[in-house]
Antibody
């Protein structure tokens, strides 16, 4: 069974760093691109970026370029989304997704990780 | 800001049909496949349609997708109360080399 299991909810203060994770199982981890999707409270879905776990080729949405870093460690079948300095506006649900086909938004979803940034 | 535009809301009575439009441009919908998602409150999105019109296993044929030029449409027939949700289109933009979701549409069953 294909699964994307994300790390648990986080509560952080502005200015702190954070790295959340997404572990893939039940499939060849390096055969599919992994992406991240943000959903702010009461708002729509925003595609953030994507990584090829096989060679770490990464693409970012223009809106998120420079704001976050996407990485992956294929040895432990895990992708990451990280921030160096969180802002209150980073508070959101973050979904890890497996792109079934690169350059489409046909995706398999993780359960989501809630990030709350508050002083 | 999304490059894909959807109506904020649509509504109809049980058993009726609704259509949701998704408008883009030649660099996204015009040249790439469109997917559609349903998001029930408090849950992760569920894939309803991929490659413009195909349905994953388990998705009833009440849901249908189509594409023409730079627009795509999701149709829901035989509307049920359980269809009340937010719906999003999504596609790739070849110029920006990035994915985009539509602005989202809330479906209300009257």
């Amino acid at each position: 069974e294909v699964q994307l299991v994300q790390s648990g909810a986080e509560v952080k203060k502005p200015g702190e760093s954070l790295k959340i994770s997404c572990e893939g199982s039940g499939y060849s981890f390096t055969s599919y691109w992994i992406g991240w999707v943000r959903q702010m409270p009461g708002k729509g879905l925003e595609w953030m970026g994507i990584i090829n776990p096989g060679d770490s080729d990464t693409r970012y949405s223009p809106s998120f370029q420079g704001q976050v870093t996407i990485s992956a460690d294929k040895s432990i079948r895990t992708a990451y989304l990280q921030w160096s300095s969180l802002k209150a506006s980073d508070s959101a649900m973050y979904y890890c997704v497996r792109h079934e086909v690169f350059s489409t938004l046909e995706m398999f979803w993780g359960q989501g990780t809630m990030v709350t940034v508050s002083s | 800001q999304s490059v894909l535009t959807q109506p904020p809301s649509v509504s109809a009575a049980p058993g009726q049909k609704v259509t949701i439009s998704c408008s883009g441009s030649s660099s996204n919908i015009g040249s790439n496949f469109v997917s559609w998602y349903q998001q029930l409150p408090g849950t992760a999105p569920r894939l309803l349609v991929y490659e413009n019109y195909k349905r994953p296993s388990g998705i009833p044929d009440r849901f249908s997708g189509s594409k023409s030029g730079t627009s795509a449409t999701l149709g829901i027939t035989g509307l049920q109360t359980g269809d009340e949700a937010d719906y999003y289109c999504g596609t790739w933009d070849s110029s920006l080399s990035a994915g985009f979701f539509g602005t989202g549409t809330k479906v209300t069953v009257l």
